[in-house]
């Protein structure tokens, strides 16, 4: 059974820092990973899709990471600021069940002034 | 476009009621779905659908009902909640019928059951 985890479940920053998420996952077997942002109280908004045969995206400050043979995938954030504040959510499509996203718990970062 | 919209935004209910939560996508997206969320746990997929006149359950289906009947409706019906289906719902679109293209979530229902 696919399970994604999420280190750290919390991470509170200066404003400027760059910084990296952790998502791992426990099954290669995907079709792709998808990075989420989550506002308290709002809806996911999708920041990034990698492909299963892609080994990088980026979006501005944004560039996420996939190493699918050992079930690894980071977000950095460079030069961070308060608006990055939020929940980051990582989701696996897998191969088995593929109708639906496997996802982790979250990250929750606090960007300070 | 609206994108993905849900209605209500919040909802209380009480044991054994039942009631409809709605979902509406105005991007002709052939792919519907909705998750649940609770704390300390990721989403998990309630149903789908791949278009319209298809649906098929999910990974915790049990007390819920969906229908699509339209491209743009997908809602979720709980026939006789229960205080363990009080979570966050939220429906998500997108393009092709495979899911596996980028998906766009709507804001969410919140849901309590006393």
């Known amino acids: 059974k696919q399970e994604v985890t999420q280190i750290p479940a919390a991470l509170s920053v200066p404003e400027g820092e760059n910084l990296v998420l952790n998502c791992s996952f426990t099954d290669s077997a995907i079709y792709n990973l998808q990075w989420f942002r989550q506002d308290p109280g709002k809806g996911l908004t999708s920041l990034l899709l990698i492909q299963s045969s892609q080994r990088e995206q980026t979006s501005g400050r944004l560039n996420a990471s996939l190493d699918k043979s050992s079930g690894r995938s980071t977000l950095y954030i460079a030069a961070s600021q308060p608006g990055d504040s939020a929940t980051y959510l990582c989701?696996?499509?897998?191969?088995?069940?593929?109708?639906?996203?496997?996802f982790g718990t979250g990250t929750r970062l606090l960007v300070s002034p | 476009n609206a994108g993905v919209t849900q209605t209500p935004k919040f909802q209380v209910l009480k044991t054994g009621q039942s009631m409809t939560l709605q979902c509406a996508q105005d991007m002709n997206h052939e792919y519907m779905s909705w998750y649940r969320q609770d704390p300390g746990m990721g989403l998990r997929l309630i149903h789908y659908s791949v278009g319209a006149g298809i649906t098929d359950q999910g990974e915790v289906p049990n007390g819920y009902n969906v229908s699509r009947s339209t491209t743009e409706d997908f809602p979720l019906r709980l026939l006789s909640a229960a205080p363990s289906q009080t979570s966050v719902y939220f429906c998500a679109s997108s393009y092709e019928a495979t899911g596996l293209e980028t998906q766009y979530f709507g804001p969410g229902t919140r849901l309590l059951v006393l």
């Open positions: 989701a696996v499509r897998p191969h088995t069940g593929f109708q639906k996203l496997v």
